[in-house]
C-alpha cells in the first residue's frame, strides 16, 4: 500500500505540492493527472525518497520513506522523469548493475534480465551504449531498470513519453498485465492513456489534488456526459436538423460542426435525450451516416478543473 | 559492503569507456617524467634516487586529480542519473566511497604505471629502495587527499568547470597551508594556535616528510582524517541538497 498523509513541498518562495493526502491499494493503478508545473513529479520524487517533504509523511509498504528510506526503496520500482541513466554504459552492464544492487541472487537474476529484455525489446539494443540510443529505447531500459527486481509497487513518471504508437500500446499491456498484484501509480498527460490502463485518476493542480475518482466518473463530470453526436449524409440538412433538435425539451445546447456535418446535442442535467433524437431523425428522415452516444471528454474534463 | 564494490566496478569502468582514463594516464606519464628528467635535473645531480621525480607529484596532482574528480558528482546531478543512484537501495556513504575508492584505484594504477623510473634508478646505482616506497606511498596519500577534496567540490555543484576551478583552489591552499602565502593572510589578527593549527594542516609538509624517508605514524593519520573528514563532507553536501 502507498499512503501520504498532508504531504508538503515547499521551496523558498514557492509551494510545489501542497497537503497532498491519499492511499493506493494493490491492483489499482493511479493515475496523475495536471498541467506542467502542477508537483506530479515532485509528488513522485516524495515517494520514492528524493525529495525530502517539507511536513507530511508518506510510505510505501508500511515503510516510512523517511525513517525507514531503505526499506521502502527496496519495495519500489522507479522511473525517474526524463528516464536518466548512465549514457556510457551498455543496455546490459547497465541492467546488470541494476540487478545486483537489487540484490537478486545469479539464477533469479538471469531469469529476470531475459524477461525485461524480452518483454521491453531490448534484445537488439544490449551492446549498444545509452546514449546512442533513441529516445523510445531510453525510455524502455529506464522501465526495465524499474521492473528487474518485480517490485510490489511500481512508481512510472511519464513511462510512454517518447514512444511510437506501437511502443505505447506495448507498455500499456505490459502496465495492465502487472497491474493484478501490483500498486501502479504513473504520471502522464496524455489523456487517452488514463482511461488505456488507469483505475483510478487523481488531477492535481497548483500543488493541490483538484480530482480523485475512477476515470469513468470523471468524464461523466463533462458536460459532453451522455451528449448525443450525429453526422448526417450532407450538410443540406444541417440548419434545419440543428433547429429541430435544439427545439427539443431536454436539450440544453446544440453545438455544429459545418465540416463534418455533425451535431452534439447536449442534455440538462441527467436527462437521457438519445431516445428522443433517434425518434426525431426518424420522422424527420434524416439521412445518418453515424449516431453515439458520449460518455463525457476527459479533456474538457481536465480543462475545466485545472484551469 | 556489497554495494561500495559494485559502485567502485561501475566508476571504474566508467573512467575507460571514454578516451579520459588513457588521456589522464598518458598526460601524467609524459609530464611526471619530464619534470623529473628536465626540471628536476634527474641525471646531472648524480645521485641514485627519485627525490626529482616525487617532488613534483604534489603539483601535478593539484591539476590532474580536480580534473579528474570534477565529474564525479556533478556530472550525476547533471545527467540527472544521481535521481537514478539515490533512489536504489543505497546508502549515500556507500556511494560515497565506492566513487572515491575508484577514482583513487585508478590514480594507483597510473602511478604504478611509473615503474620504469624505478627501474632506471635501479640500473644506474643503488637506491635505497625503502626510501622510493614510502614515497610511492607518500605520493598516493598525497592523491587520495586530492580526491577527498574534489570529491567534496562536485558534490556541491552541477556544473564540473565550477567543480574543477572550486577543487584547484581547495587543493592548492590545502596544499600551501604551512606557507606565508597562506599564512599570511591569517597572521596578525587571528592567535598563534590557530595559525599553528592550520600550519600543521599543510599537505606539502606531510607529504615532504613521509617523501624524506620517514613514515610516520602522524602523517598516515593525517591523511586518513583528511580523507575521511572530505568524504564525509561530501556525503552531507549529497543528503542535504540530493534534488537541487
Known sequence: MIKTEHLCKRYQALTAVEDVSFEVHPGEVLGFLGPNGAGKTTTMRMLAGFVTPTSGRASICGHDVESAALAARQSLGYLPEGAPSYGEMRVSAFLDFIAELRRLDRARKRARLDYVIERLQLASVLEQTIETLSKGFRRRVGLAQAIVHDPPVLILDEPTDGLDPNQKHEVRALINEMAREKIIVISTHILEEVDAVCTRAIIIARGRVVADDTPIQLAARSRYHNAVSLQLESREKLEAARAAVAALPQVAAVEVSEREARLTALPRAGAQILPDISELARRQGLQLKELHLESGRLDEVFRTITA | ?244
Open chain 2, 1 to 244: 559492503m556489497r554495494n561500495v564494490v559494485l559502485i567502485l566496478r561501475r566508476e571504474f569502468a566508467s573512467y575507460f569507456a571514454t578516451p579520459l582514463a588513457y588521456v589522464f594516464i598518458l598526460i601524467f606519464l609524459v609530464l611526471a617524467n619530464a619534470f623529473t628528467f628536465y626540471v628536476g635535473d634527474f641525471y646531472q645531480r648524480g645521485q641514485a634516487d627519485l627525490r626529482p621525480f616525487f617532488m613534483f607529484h604534489p603539483w601535478l596532482y593539484l591539476f590532474l586529480i580536480p580534473a579528474l574528480t570534477m565529474k564525479l558528482w556533478a556530472e550525476e546531478r547533471k545527467s540527472g542519473s544521481i535521481e537514478l543512484l539515490m533512489t536504489l537501495p543505497v546508502k549515500v556513504w556507500e556511494a560515497v566511497v565506492g566513487k572515491f575508492l575508484a577514482a583513487w584505484l585508478f590514480t594507483a594504477i597510473a602511478l604504478a604505471l611509473t615503474f620504469p623510473i624505478w627501474i632506471t634508478v635501479n640500473y644506474l646505482g643503488s637506491p635505497d629502495n625503502g626510501v622510493i616506497f614510502a614515497s610511492y606511498l607518500g605520493s598516493l596519500l598525497l592523491a587520495g587527499g586530492f580526491l577527498a577534496i574534489g570529491s567534496c567540490m562536485s558534490a556541491l555543484t552541477r556544473n564540473q568547470v565550477v567543480a574543477f576551478i572550486l577543487g584547484v583552489v581547495a587543493c592548492f591552499v590545502l596544499l600551501l597551508a604551512g606557507y606565508p602565502l597562506v599564512l599570511d593572510a591569517f597572521q596578525g589578527w587571528a592567535p598563534e594556535t590557530l595559525i599553528n593549527a592550520i600550519a600543521s594542516l599543510s599537505l606539502l609538509t606531510h607529504f615532504q616528510s613521509i617523501t624524506r624517508g620517514v613514515l610516520e605514524a602522524r602523517d598516515v593519520v593525517y591523511f586518513v582524517l583528511l580523507i575521511g573528514f572530505f568524504l564525509f563532507t561530501t556525503a552531507v553536501a549529497i543528503d542535504l541538497r540530493k534534488a537541487d
